[in-house]
């Protein structure tokens, strides 16, 4: 199962910025669609982009479309996500993940197979 190390988490105002990284343990990665979620407090689990195996596709959730972007570096084995314009309700522990799918791109957690651990963003009013 690959394993995936997410980073670049922490601390912002709003209005602020924040990239996040994840970096996957196998070269096959690059085969594979990937997601980034997000948790808060009491909420559920939810889709914040997704990336597919390629790059040339992605898609977004509406309450980040225009804010946030995904990227991948396939040599690199890892996936980025860039967050502009950060608002205090962004605040959640953002995880990434891998599907078992390659040029479609899934927007529900059950169609992803492996998740990395998590990194807190917590963006201040």
């Known amino acids: 199962q690959v394993q995936l190390v997410e980073s670049g988490g922490g601390l912002v105002q709003a209005g602020g910025s924040l990239r996040l990284s994840c970096t996957a343990s196998?070269?096959?990665?690059?085969?594979?669609?990937m997601g980034w979620f997000r948790q808060a407090p009491g909420k559920e689990r939810e889709f914040v982009a997704g990336?597919?195996?390629?790059?040339?596709?992605?898609y977004y959730a509406d309450s980040v479309k225009g804010r946030f972007t995904i990227s991948r570096d396939n040599a690199k084995n890892t996936v980025f996500l860039q967050m502009n314009s950060l608002k205090p309700e962004d605040t959640a522990v953002y995880y990434c993940?891998?599907?078992?799918?390659?040029?479609?791109?899934?927007?529900?957690?059950?169609?992803?197979?492996?998740w990395g651990q998590g990194t807190q963003v917590t963006v201040s009013s």
């Open positions: 993940a891998v599907s078992g799918l390659r040029t479609m791109v899934p927007l529900t957690r059950n169609a992803y197979d492996s």
């Open positions: 196998e070269r096959t990665f690059s085969n594979y669609a």
């Open positions: 990336i597919s195996g390629s790059g040339s596709r992605t």
